[in-house]
């Protein structure tokens, strides 16, 4: 590629291109025991992260004249927006018991999650509402002052995911060198999407549901040899 040939430091951007990040995490765990023998551990984290942005992308295709003297690399400028938030929450009860002489510990949990995105794009725009071509030469860029009309909107995207996680678990213990694992899960997931480039205006959606059971056993002849054995279905 001819991006390849050009020095490192080579900048096709312009002096007022900036960018700005901010971002938050927080994450709380809560562990207990109830006089009953359960376990309870449970946490919750989110997050958001925004970028604020004033870039040169490249257009398409990103290069004009390529086999000429002066190759031209096709940019625009354009202001972006990004915004996603993301919010995770689990609990888990854990208890060990005994039947006869097996001995059980059994899982039962729960987790969900939450996550949108949502981005906007601001160029200049040209009289078919495509952004504004800038071109610059490919091996001796000159910098310069360029258009200095306000940015309009030209694109918009918005992604939500909602997904929910049920699952049970019993691990048996068969004597002392057998081993027995017994699960299940179910899994839901929502996505509705909206992007201002599809070819319709309307929100897209889908759900998804699954189960997803799993069957271990461990022998264990040695205290130097354990084999394993796993079958699950996804």
């Known amino acids: ?10 900048s096709y951007a312009e002096p007022d291109a900036r960018l700005k990040n901010d971002s938050a995490l ?18 919750l984290q989110a997050s958001r992260a925004r970028t604020d942005a004033l870039w040169y992308p490249y257009g398409f295709s990103p290069i004009s004249g390529a086999d000429g003297p002066d190759a031209q690399v096709n ?32 899982l039962i949990g729960a987790d969900a999650n939450r996550d949108e995105w ?3 794009a601001d160029a ?17 860029p000159v910098h310069r002052p360029l258009l200095t009309d ?27 060198q057998w081993r027995l694992l017994l699960g299940l899960r179910y899994d839901r997931a929502r996505t509705q999407g909206r ?3 599809l070819p319709t205006p309307a929100t897209l959606a889908r759900t998804d549901e699954a189960f997803s059971p799993r069957v271990g056993l461990t022998w264990t002849p040695t205290s130097a040899c354990r084999c394993a054995a796993m079958m699950k279905h996804c």
């Open 26 to 43: 927080g994450s709380l765990v809560l562990e207990h025991r109830f006089d009953s023998g359960w376990d309870l551990r449970a946490g």
């Open 124 to 140: 200049n725009l040209g009289p078919f509402g495509f952004p504004t071509n800038l071109p610059i030469s490919l091996y001796r």
């Open 195 to 197: 992007a201002q480039y």
């Open 1 to 10: 590629p001819l991006f390849l040939r050009v020095p490192i430091e080579t």
């Open 150 to 176: 306000p940015l309009q909107p030209y694109d918009a995207s918005n992604y939500k995911s909602r997904n929910l996680g049920l699952y049970v678990q019993d691990e048996l213990k068969l004597g002392e």
């Open 118 to 120: 949502d981005f906007t």
């Open 75 to 106: 940019r625009r400028k354009q202001r972006s927006l990004d915004t996603q938030t993301d919010t995770t929450v689990m609990a888990e009860l854990t208890r060990r018991f005994d039947t006869g002489s097996i001995q059980h510990r059994v």
